[in-house]
């Protein structure tokens, strides 16, 4: 049994950066304590005592195979694999290298931000919005809305499964997309380093489809996010296609990304041959965080509805009965109870709606925030009734 109600704060710590008395859910990591099999490996490196250039062994890309063999029951060419150092970085370097500057970049939204921040840079980038139904708590693509930005596009960017909503899109979502890829001829840029906190389904690899779909595919993975290690650095990028992983691996290098620090290799050899375990219980504890949250807010703050999470250790709280904007609400809970939360507005498409909760802490902490949530709402609605009578009293 792995401890998750211990609080890791460390230091310099930029989600824990906040005044005395706040409680940030924030940022996308843990505060949980990495997995001791990490630990240990870490400890070995560092007991060599030299950290110079190193290499990326074999061992490396073969314990990524074994990882999506054992955990998703898919095969994965070895030949596919580079070392990278980051996903958004990746991204930048593919921009920068294999896009011109009248190239078309598509995203969709509400959607991690950097993405079309990456992107606005010298191309044009197109947003596609998803569309969000009340009754199901649940995001679809627009088809009919994609299909007609992707005709015109040369990089679209999938995040999968997809942040900050917790969508896990189908296999036959995915084949959609890379057929329409073959159709338009358009580069796809897939971000999975979500796909291992999924919790009533697992995700689809995009890499474990028909190799036949795969020519125009670019596929990120890292532990990163499962793993509570996004200060390490480490990240797999898988490209099918020949042709397409010379020109990503030049990119790579080019920003000099394919330079390992001494710490990564062995981070990711452990988590991919020892973590299997720590991870099925970190998902026990987020999907207790997350039915805990559901039943307290239905039950004290029934304005505040979470759409339906299936990946992810992010919570996408709707507040659109409010009616008010995301900013405006975070900035209000923040000054009166200390509870900093993100603000939907980031993440574009109807992300002004919503706010994102960070539910990778401990239950205390998850309790102490709902119970600030619940005051700040409170608080919040009483000024909106003062302010109502004090125009009807007038």
Known sequence: MYNFDKVAKFQNSLKWHVNDGELPMTLGD???????????ELHKRIENKNFGYEYIPYKYYASVAKWYKEMYNCTLDISWMSFSQGVVATLSAIITNLMSEDSVITVL???????????EGKQKVLVSELIYDKEKRNYDINW???EDKLKKTNLFVLCNPHSPVGKIWSQKDLEKILKLSLKYDFKIFSDEIHGEITFEKKYTPLFSLDEKLLKNTIIAVSPSKAFNIAGIQ??????PNKELKEQVDNAIKSFHLNEANSLAVPATIAVYTEG???LEE?????????????RFLEHNVPDVKPSLNEASYFLWL???????????????????TGLILTAGDKFDGNGKQFLRMNIATSTDLIEDALRRLQR?????????DDLMNLILNK
Request: proline share 3%; net charge neutral.
């Open 318 to 336: 709707d507040i659109s009965s409010l009616n008010v904007d995301a900013q405006e609400l975070t900035e209000f809970i923040r000054k009166k």
């Open 234 to 239: 480490t990240a797999t990028i898988i490209t």
């Open 109 to 119: 939204t509400p959607g991690f931000d950097k993405f079309k921040k990456v992107g």
């Open 376 to 384: 700040a709402i409170v608080l919040f609605k009483r000024k909106d």
């Open 30 to 40: 843990m505060d949980f304590e990495v997995a001791p099999e990490i630990i240990t």
């Open 276 to 278: 299997r375990v720590w």
């Open 144 to 146: 009919l809305d994609l």
């Open 282 to 294: 970190l998902k026990d504890y987020l999907r207790e965080n997350r039915n805990f949250i559901e």
